[in-house]
């Protein structure tokens, strides 16, 4: 059973089910911030929880396929070498899990930021899309839109 498991879940449909499995946490924080539901499984541990198994399962197979994660460190020697690392599927993939994961964890923080200043949720809707599509951005707009709330600036909050 592992085996087909194994079988099933290769780099191409783990990365397929990645991209669909963050969509339902995504369409709950962005649609129903304010719901149950989502407060129970997307701003909970719970996809941080389930993301993570995914990636220590990334890891388990990257490994047994004789993956070199020593050469990840290359990464640091110039965009050259990243370039190189983006080349290799199992980097890839372990990479747009942490992306996925770290974004998704930004959506949360948000929306629990959000309720506690009582932001309202149409302001909270772009930044949110903006911060699943392209993560630093959207939070930053994330943060002009709290300043008028907060009515503060502060650089560590």
Given at each position: ?157
């Amino acid at each position: 059973m592992i085996e087909q498991i194994y079988t099933f879940f290769n780099i191409e449909m783990t990365y397929l089910w990645l991209n669909l499995g963050v969509l339902p946490f995504w369409f709950l924080l962005i649609f129903f911030p304010n719901s149950r539901i989502s407060k129970f499984f997307v701003i909970s541990i719970f996809p941080i929880f389930i993301l993570s198994l995914i990636y220590a399962y990334l890891l388990y197979i990257s490994f047994s396929d004789g993956y070199d994660f020593l050469q990840n460190f290359k990464l640091y020697l110039g965009l050259n070498e990243l370039s190189k690392l983006f080349e290799k599927h199992n980097f890839l993939i372990i990479f747009w899990t942490h992306f996925l994961t770290i974004n998704l964890f930004c959506g949360a923080w948000i929306v629990k930021d959000s309720q506690i200043f009582n932001i309202n949720k149409f302001l909270v809707f772009l930044p949110l899309v903006i911060t699943y599509l392209i993560g630093p951005i959207g939070l930053f707009f994330y943060w002009l839109i709290r300043i008028f709330y907060a009515k503060k600036i502060t650089i560590y909050d």
